[in-house]
C-alpha cells in the first residue's frame, strides 16, 4: 500500500509553462521528499522538506508543504522538455529510516 | 563508483526459476534499501539493512524473497521459484547513515525483471 497520492496522474504541458503537482499523504511525517525518475531509470532525489518548513525552493523548483491538509505541492516552473519524466512524493510516516512513495505524476512537456 | 549500481539490467526468468539480482552501493553508504516497483506504480518498499544488519524485511511479499548484504556493501536479492506476479523493476537505494527518511536516497537504475 502506498502513503501518498500524487494528483494529477498525468499532466501535459506546453515548454516555458509552469507544471503543478500535488501530493497527499494520510498520517504525520517528519520529512517529506519529492524525486524524479526518467523512463527506465532509477529515481532522482529533487528536494527534502522538514515538517517544520512551509516552503522550499531550489532552482526552478518550489516546493510547499501544508501539515494541517496533510498535503505538500511541487512547482516547476518555465517547463522544458527535458522535465518530461514521472515525478514522487515520499514521506517517511511509518519510520525513521523508510521511505513511503506515493503513485507518480506522468509529467509531459511538450516542445 | 559514481553511483548505484545494479546488474543485471534486465532479467528474463521462466515460472519457477530462481533469480537473483545485485546491488553495488556507493561506497561508505551504511543504509541500503530494495524497493519494487510496478508498471506505472510508485516504489515499494521490500527490505532495509544498516550495514550487514537486515533490519526490516516486513516489505518481502513472501518467503521466496531472500535478500542479504553479508559484508555491509554488496547486496544480493534472491528472488525463488519465480511467479509472473514477480515481474517488476526491482530498484536498490542507498544513504549515508541510518535515517533514511531524514535524507535522500540514491537509486540504481534497477534490474526489470520478466518472468515468463
Known amino acids: 500500500s502506498q502513503q501518498g497520492e500524487e494528483d494529477p496522474q498525468a499532466l501535459s504541458i506546453q515548454e516555458g509553462e509552469n507544471a503543478t503537482m500535488n501530493c497527499s499523504y494520510k498520517t504525520s511525517i517528519n520529512n517529506l521528499q519529492w524525486y524524479r525518475q526518467n523512463s527506465g531509470r532509477g529515481l532522482v532525489h529533487l528536494i527534502l522538506i522538514r515538517s517544520n518548513e512551509r516552503e522550499k525552493h531550489s532552482g526552478r523548483l518550489r516546493v510547499t508543504l501544508d501539515t494541517s491538509k496533510k498535503s505538500s505541492s511541487l512547482l516547476i516552473t518555465a517547463s522544458r522538455a527535458a522535465d518530461t519524466a514521472s515525478y514522487f512524493c515520499?514521506?517517511?510516516?511509518?519510520?525513521?529510516?523508510?521511505?513511503?512513495f506515493g503513485s507518480g505524476t506522468r509529467l509531459l512537456v511538450r516542445p | 563508483g559514481a553511483g548505484v549500481s545494479q546488474s543485471p539490467r534486465y532479467k528474463v526468468a521462466k515460472r519457477g526459476q530462481d533469480v537473483a539480482l545485485r546491488c553495488d552501493p556507493i561506497s561508505g553508504h551504511v543504509s541500503l534499501f530494495w524497493y519494487q516497483q510496478a508498471l506505472g506504480q510508485g516504489p515499494e518498499f521490500l527490505t532495509y539493512?544498516?550495514?550487514?544488519?537486515?533490519?526490516?524485511k516486513s516489505g518481502l511479499p513472501s518467503d521466496r524473497f531472500f535478500a542479504e548484504r553479508p559484508e555491509g556493501s554488496v547486496s544480493t536479492l534472491k528472488i525463488q521459484r519465480t511467479q509472473q506476479e514477480d515481474s517488476a523493476v526491482y530498484l536498490c537505494?542507498?544513504?549515508?547513515?541510518?535515517?533514511?527518511?531524514?535524507?535522500?536516497?540514491?537509486f540504481g537504475s534497477g534490474t526489470q525483471l520478466s518472468v515468463l
Open positions: 539493512f544498516q550495514n550487514e544488519a537486515q533490519l526490516d
Open positions: 537505494a542507498s544513504s549515508l547513515d541510518g535515517t533514511g527518511g531524514n535524507e535522500k536516497l540514491f
Open positions: 515520499a514521506t517517511d510516516a511509518t519510520s525513521s529510516y523508510k521511505l513511503i
